[in-house]
């Protein structure tokens, strides 16, 4: 059974920074669409930061310079370092992971099998 749990969500004020961790269990990282979305409230899921097949990181144009996703396969876990916060990032996010390998982008919600609960990021200006 897959289960994706993710943590280090919090307040912070804007400008601060915060580091979201997400782990995997019952999962092989492969050659897998894999990523973050977040949510706010009365807004659609979006891509934050996902990874394709062939490693390439696709990051949401509000986000880039800011945030910074990384993987680690020998720990199963993925990262999220986000910096400089804005008002506008307060959503909750959550991570995904996909178990077919896609020849196209991973940013469309729809193609994930797999989902954690989410952890709330609210930034205060």
């Known amino acids: 059974q897959v289960q994706l749990q993710e943590s280090g969500g919090g307040s912070v004020q804007q400008g601060g920074s915060l580091r979201l961790s997400c782990a995997a269990s019952g999962y092989t990282f492969r050659r897998y669409c894999m990523g973050w ?3 706010a409230p009365g807004k659609e899921r979006e891509a934050v930061a996902t990874i394709d097949n ?3 990181i696709t990051y949401a144009d509000s986000v ?8 680690d396969n020998a720990k199963n876990t993925l990262s999220l370092q ?3 916060l ?4 307060t959503a909750m ?3 995904a992971a996909d178990s077919v390998v ?3 982008s991973c940013t469309y919600s729809g193609l994930y099998d797999y989902w954690g609960q989410g ?3 609210t930034v205060s200006s």
Not at 86 to 89: F, I, R, T
């Open 64 to 71: 880039k310079g800011r945030f910074t996703f990384s993987q």
């Open 102 to 104: 896609r020849y196209s």
């Open 119 to 121: 952890t709330q990021v």
């Open 86 to 89: 804005k008002p506008e990032d």
């Open 37 to 39: 979305f977040r949510q």
């Open 54 to 56: 062939d490693g390439s």
């Open 93 to 95: 996010y959550y991570c």
């Open 82 to 84: 986000m910096n400089n």
